[in-house]
Structure formats: structure tokens, C-alpha cells
């Protein structure tokens, strides 16, 4: 399973973005999806996760500014980000908690990263 991200670039404060992530390969169903987030120097840190149902949670430094919503049938998770701010510059990482099936018929739990996309915002 992979997953390949895209959305990202430069926007003034103000501006807004939307991220898209999508998993490909063989898997049985994508649970949790997520976007994380790291700027220079600082540590990973996790920006808004969905579950499959649609239940979201989000850092406090984004609510209210940022959306993230999923297509299950596209196996797409997205993030609408409104009011960008020059802090949220950093490169956005997407992930996803997948089931599948090994060649032997086993039941496999992964977690997986997309490559990430740099979202620039300037003042």
C-alpha cells in the first residue's frame, strides 16, 4: 500500500490550500487517515486525523481553519486548509492505518506514509 500526496505550494497569509492523499496497492479497508505535519527544526506533529466512520480530531492550532474529510470510496483523504498562517509552514505528510490479506492469508495491520508535499505560507 502506498499512499501519494499532492496539493501543496505557496500561499500568502490569508490564502487557502486544499492537500489530497491517495492510497493505492492491495488492501481489505483504510481505517484512520491523517495528516501530519513538520517544520524546520521542529518535531512531527499530527495536524487532523478521520476515522472511517468520519469522526475527525484536530491540533488545537488549526481548529476552526483547517478540514479534513475522506472519500472512502477514492480512497482519498483530504485537508482544506482556510487562513493560512505563516506557522503553518511545513511539510504535510499524509498516513493511513490499513487491514490487508498476505499471501498466506493472514490478516495485516500497517501503518503507512505518504512522501510529503511543502506548504509555503508568507506574510
Known amino acids: 500500500v502506498q499512499l501519494q500526496a499532492s496539493g501543496g505550494g505557496s500561499v500568502q497569509a490569508g490564502g487557502s490550500l486544499r492537500l489530497s492523499c491517495t492510497a493505492t496497492?492491495?488492501?481489505?479497508?483504510?481505517?484512520?487517515m491523517a495528516w501530519h505535519r513538520q517544520a524546520p527544526g521542529k518535531q512531527r506533529e499530527l495536524v487532523a486525523r478521520?476515522?472511517?466512520?468520519?469522526?475527525?480530531n484536530y491540533a488545537d492550532s488549526v481548529k476552526g481553519r483547517f478540514t479534513i474529510f475522506r472519500d472512502n470510496a477514492k480512497a482519498t483523504v483530504y485537508l482544506q486548509m482556510n487562513s493560512l498562517k505563516p506557522e503553518d509552514t511545513a511539510v504535510y505528510y499524509c498516513?493511513?492505518?490499513?487491514?490487508?490479506?498476505?499471501?498466506?492469508?493472514?490478516?495485516?495491520?500497517?501503518?503507512?506514509w505518504g512522501q510529503g508535499t511543502l506548504v509555503t505560507v508568507s506574510s
Open positions: 498516513e493511513a492505518d490499513h487491514l490487508s490479506l498476505s499471501a498466506a492469508q493472514e490478516w495485516i495491520a500497517a501503518r503507512v
Open positions: 496497492g492491495s488492501f481489505v479497508r483504510i481505517n484512520d
Open positions: 478521520i476515522n472511517s466512520a468520519g469522526t475527525t
